[in-house]
């Protein structure tokens, strides 16, 4: 058996030549083009072709991709398939005297022109059926070769996107054929410069990443209007943009990868428009969103309840669980926000709470509360951080009298008091308050009350009463 994406690649160009429905069977015009020893992409042209009354010129092209390269030289270095259409014809009317310019070599001619005799006779064409112009080398291209329709990326440039998805590009010689669209015949993933036959590539696909075009044609957009009317897909599409960092909704026209034809989206869907956001988020990553401190001791103060108590259900509010779920939590809350910078009005206090129940959000508070009263009546904050005790800053002279240290978590998890000078510089970090006054205190008070004369010092700190303030002046 073939490997299966080449086999999926080889029915989708059967589709795209119409040799086969949707269902993969056969069609009428596939029984016609088995009947031509051709590779189909051939057969299709000229099938289509004789339809145009362009067949004679359709079997040129058709022995021009299958045989060697009729130029020599420098010529060769061209990628335009009219040269090489008027050195045939060249030959045709000189014979071997065409080799005079040392451009073309006549035996090659002399094979192509005995193949497109041989194409002729198979569908019974005359030497010359219709007039025919340049444009109707790139339509005729174009029917063998729908996936390899290219666009050329911006003004002027070599670059190409093929119908296929696939990048591709000119030579950097080839200042002829720099056009807005592209027939291409030929081409290749990686040859840096031009080799091997003119064929080398006619029967296959170009390879993957960005390779060289070989042979190709000018197109027109209105050719692909005429020719893939069939095959043009308008949808509307909703997506993130890197550059913009905004959601964008236009409505679009393509033939395959290639974009023909953009305008703004009136209406989008508000749920596209979310799923859309939801992506921008999960590309930019949560510092994108509006944190402040109290969202951040929020998420601790979850994270650090749900390692206290693993057996109840307290949810994961990591950063990557978070990114994981955004759907879930931060979705509700993005109508009306289609940028990025429209993150700063997000509610992100409001969302991430919303994750808790009544019941849970009750048992955070009493549990892993924000602020702790201590014995001077002061009100002060705790610091959280995922699996570590949580952390109570307060002077020394307002802990006078108390013995033990504040607990949390229903008792189970002992406060890290860190206790400060009157400067509220850090004196001393301890969970045992009681070890601190009986062992550490008058080393303290030794040092620092020379320093802090207007603070209280007692010699008994049980029995003295704590204070946020100075000692009063006698």
Same mark, same amino acid.
């Given at each position: 058996?073939?490997?299966?994406?080449?086999?999926?690649?080889?029915?989708?160009?059967?589709?795209?030549?119409?040799?086969?429905?949707? @269902?993969?069977?056969?069609?009428?015009?596939?029984?016609?083009?088995?009947?031509?020893?051709?590779?189909?992409?051939?057969?299709?042209?000229?099938?289509? $072709?004789?339809?145009?009354?362009?067949?004679?010129?359709?079997?040129?092209?058709?022995?021009?991709?299958?045989?060697? +390269?009729?130029?020599?030289?420098?010529?060769?270095?061209?990628?335009?398939?009219?040269?090489?259409? @008027?050195?045939?014809?060249?030959?045709?009317?000189?014979?071997?005297?065409?080799?005079? @310019?040392?451009?073309?070599?006549?035996?090659?001619?002399?094979?192509?022109?005995?193949?497109?005799?041989?194409?002729?006779?198979?569908?019974?064409?005359?030497?010359?059926?219709?007039?025919?112009?340049?444009?109707?080398?790139?339509?005729?291209?174009?029917?063998?070769?729908?996936?390899?329709?290219?666009?050329? !990326?911006?003004?002027?440039?070599?670059?190409?996107?093929?119908?296929?998805?696939? $990048?591709?590009?000119?030579?950097?010689?080839?200042?002829?054929?720099?056009?807005?669209?592209?027939?291409?015949?030929?081409?290749?993933?990686?040859?840096?410069?031009?080799?091997?036959?003119?064929?080398?590539?006619?029967?296959?696909?170009?390879? $993957?990443?960005?390779?060289?075009?070989?042979?190709?044609?000018? /197109?027109?957009?209105?050719?692909?209007?005429?020719?893939?009317?069939?095959?043009?897909?308008?949808?509307?599409?909703?997506?993130?943009?890197?550059?913009?960092?905004?959601?964008?909704?236009?409505?679009?026209?393509?033939?395959?990868?290639?974009?023909? +034809?953009?305008?703004?989206?009136?209406?989008?869907?508000?749920?596209?428009?979310?799923?859309?956001? /939801?992506?921008?988020?999960?590309?930019?990553?949560?510092?994108?969103?509006?944190?402040?401190?109290?969202?951040?001791?929020?998420?601790?103060?979850?994270?650090?309840?749900?390692?206290?108590?693993?057996?109840?259900?307290?949810?994961?509010?990591?950063?990557?669980?978070?990114?994981?779920?955004? @759907?879930?939590?931060?979705?509700?809350?993005?109508?009306?926000?289609?940028?990025?910078?429209?993150?700063?009005?997000?509610?992100?206090?409001?969302?991430?709470?919303?994750?808790?129940?009544?019941?849970?959000?009750?048992?955070?508070?009493?549990?892993?509360?924000?602020?702790?009263?201590?014995?001077?009546?002061?009100?002060?904050?705790?610091?959280?951080?995922?699996?570590?005790?949580?952390?109570?800053?307060?002077?020394?002279?307002?802990?006078?009298?108390?013995?033990?240290?504040?607990?949390?978590?229903?008792?189970?998890?002992?406060?890290?008091?860190?206790?400060?000078?009157?400067?509220?510089?850090?004196?001393?970090?301890?969970?045992?308050?009681?070890?601190?006054?009986?062992?550490?205190?008058?080393?303290?008070?030794?040092?620092?009350?020379?320093?802090?004369?207007?603070?209280?010092?007692?010699?008994?700190?049980?029995?003295?009463?704590?204070?946020?303030?100075?000692? !009063?002046?006698?």
């Amino acid at each position: 058996s073939p490997p299966p994406a080449a086999l999926a690649q080889a029915q989708e160009l059967l589709r795209q030549l119409d040799a086969v429905d949707v @269902d993969g069977r056969i069609t009428g015009a596939g029984r016609e083009m088995v009947q031509l020893p051709l590779h189909p992409r051939l057969g299709h042209m000229l099938r289509v $072709g004789a339809k145009m009354r362009h067949v004679a010129l359709a079997c040129d092209l058709a022995a021009l991709v299958s045989e060697r +390269d009729i130029l020599i030289g420098e010529a060769r270095r061209s990628c335009d398939i009219e040269l090489r259409l @008027d050195a045939l014809r060249q030959y045709r009317r000189l014979g071997h005297n065409a080799v005079q @310019d040392r451009l073309v070599d006549a035996n090659a001619c002399a094979r192509v022109d005995q193949a497109a005799r041989q194409y002729r006779r198979l569908v019974a064409a005359a030497e010359e059926d219709h007039v025919t112009g340049r444009q109707d080398v790139g339509r005729l291209l174009a029917l063998a070769y729908p996936d390899r329709i290219a666009m050329q !990326r911006s003004s002027n440039e070599p670059r190409y996107l093929l119908a296929n998805g696939r $990048g591709t590009r000119l030579p950097p010689w080839e200042m002829r054929l720099r056009h807005p669209l592209l027939a291409v015949a030929s081409a290749d993933a990686d040859a840096p410069e031009r080799g091997g036959t003119a064929s080398s590539s006619a029967a296959g696909g170009a390879g $993957g990443g960005e390779g060289f075009i070989y042979l190709a044609a000018p /197109l027109a957009m209105a050719d692909l209007e005429e020719l893939f009317a069939n095959r043009l897909q308008t949808t509307d599409v909703v997506r993130w943009d890197v550059q913009q960092e905004a959601v964008i909704a236009r409505r679009e026209r393509r033939l395959g990868a290639l974009l023909l +034809d953009s305008t703004p989206l009136a209406h989008a869907s508000a749920e596209k428009m979310r799923s859309a956001m /939801l992506d921008g988020v999960s590309r930019l990553g949560l510092k994108a969103l509006p944190w402040d401190d109290a969202a951040r001791q929020w998420q601790a103060r979850v994270l650090c309840m749900r390692a206290w108590f693993p057996q109840e259900n307290w949810p994961d509010v990591s950063d990557a669980a978070l990114v994981a779920s955004l @759907d879930d939590w931060l979705g509700p809350y993005l109508d009306g926000i289609t940028r990025r910078d429209h993150l700063a009005r997000l509610n992100l206090g409001q969302a991430l709470k919303a994750q808790l129940d009544w019941n849970q959000t009750k048992q955070l508070d009493q549990d892993a509360p924000t602020h702790l009263e201590v014995p001077s009546g002061s009100r002060l904050r705790l610091e959280y951080a995922p699996g570590a005790s949580p952390v109570l800053a307060v002077k020394l002279q307002e802990m006078f009298g108390l013995a033990d240290t504040p607990r949390v978590a229903r008792g189970r998890v002992a406060v890290t008091l860190h206790l400060l000078s009157p400067a509220r510089r850090p004196i001393q970090v301890t969970q045992d308050l009681r070890g601190f006054w009986d062992r550490t205190y008058a080393e303290v008070k030794k040092e620092l009350k020379g320093r802090y004369p207007k603070h209280p010092w007692p010699e008994d700190p049980w029995n003295a009463d704590p204070t946020a303030r100075r000692a !009063r002046k006698r």
